[in-house]
């Protein structure tokens, strides 16, 4: 079974930068797409940016031009670089894959937290 594992959280002042990590646990599938979620206390979990295999990049509109998605060459591992953070930016980000057979996966959650 492939598990995800997610680091990097934590707690940031507003204007500060975080970034996430998340990684496979086994090279076991081809992931076409890896995205990043987040869940804020009381809140439905939303998506927060997406790639693709090929390349294709997706945002929510309250991250663009604040967070960044990556992949790894082995396209392995995603990673969200976030910065200029905002208190509304405190939840539970959560990183999921979708492998070419349409498997999904979800790593177990990174707490973030952005206050003063």
């Known amino acids: 079974q492939v598990q995800f594992v997610e680091s990097g959280g934590g707690l940031v002042q507003p204007g500060g930068s975080l970034r996430l990590s998340c990684a496979a646990s086994?090279?076991?599938?081809?992931?076409?797409?890896m995205s990043w979620y987040r869940q804020a206390p009381g809140k439905q979990r939303e998506l927060v940016a997406t790639i693709t295999s090929r390349g294709y990049l997706e945002y929510a509109d309250s991250v663009k031009d604040r967070f960044t998605i990556s992949r790894d060459n082995a396209q392995t591992a995603v990673y969200l670089q976030m910065n200029h953070l905002k208190p509304e930016d405190t939840a539970v980000y959560y990183c999921h894959a979708q492998n070419t057979l349409g498997g999904l996966y979800w790593g177990q959650g990174t707490q973030v937290i952005v206050s003063s």
């Open positions: 086994r090279n076991s599938y081809i992931w076409s797409v």
